[in-house]
């Protein structure tokens, strides 16, 4: 695995060269007055992103009983081709780098690739100009590159989605979304596994290893997922963002055979979970945009059964994103060759 220091490099040369194209600002002014209008890119949408992330419980040691503080970075990439007008194929692949101590890694300064997501996409499958609705829909292949769905034996997931979109002229432009997604995980086994048995002797036995492999956590099935945002433009250069959603686990159902024959209660086999979101991002210059938010993601009951706060709990996080538009780059590049004598 490449370093992170390379992806992270790589974002830099591509925002800065963009940045010194626009850097002569009477010249940049004179192109974009002068210049017509052309066709749309087919890579528009396409970006680089460098994400700094620090939980909330970091700055406050007697959050909870232990400090456990958490930094890292992580630099998602994100192509996107369109095929036409109304249809285009985008991916969507992440690497993270913890620089505390990490509790998931077992080397230190460990990079860490995500699963690799490709989706096919219509955004405006119907749209009904007179209300200002549109309705899109998309299809994501999900496959397991990150080291956790490879310790649940994940072959690969199936994710459908629709969403509902209104747009209104509010300042800079207002827009609200609603969106529902179902996905649906295929694994080698119903249970997560270890890298190595935690009985190193068991080869050489007539039962073998796959007990000390297993961990008997049940892998995720099915999972259904229902979100609204809303993002307002308050001018040009300044934009915030909420978005809210809850999702809802179905585990592999177990075994008949491993059910006890007296049990306390029924067996729970959902996991409900909750996502929070708000940021505030501001277009430094053209082609690139820089976005504070805080997001909070995790389980929405806590382990006594009480119910996390939704919008600020132990999963909180701070982020700071510096966005690269690739296609904006790309076209600050060839107007300053096209300008030079």
Known sequence: MYPLSVFVRLAIVLCALGSVTLAPGALATEVAETQE????????????SYRHTATTRTFNKSFENTWNPYY????VLSPRVWLSDGFNLSANALFTREFTQSDVTTEENETLMGDLTVSANAPRIVHIEAASLSLGAGLAVITPTSKSSQARTMMTAI????????????????NISLSSGITRYFHEFTTSGRESPLVGSCAGTTTGCGAFLNTGLRNTEWRLRHGATLSLGITEQLSVAVSQSLSTDWLHALESGLLPSLTPQETQDQRYGAAFDISVGVKAVRGL????????????????SSYYNPFYNRYSAIYLDLVCDLDEVVGLVAEGLATEP
């Open 289 to 304: 945009d820089l976005r504070l938010g805080m997001s909070t993601a995790g389980p929405q009951l806590a382990p006594d």
């Open 159 to 174: 994710s459908p989605r629709a969403t509902l979109t209104w747009s209104a002229k509010v300042l800079a432009g207002l």
């Open 37 to 48: 209008p052309t066709r749309k890119s087919f890579f528009r949408g396409s970006s680089v």
């Open 72 to 75: 890292a970075q992580t630099i």
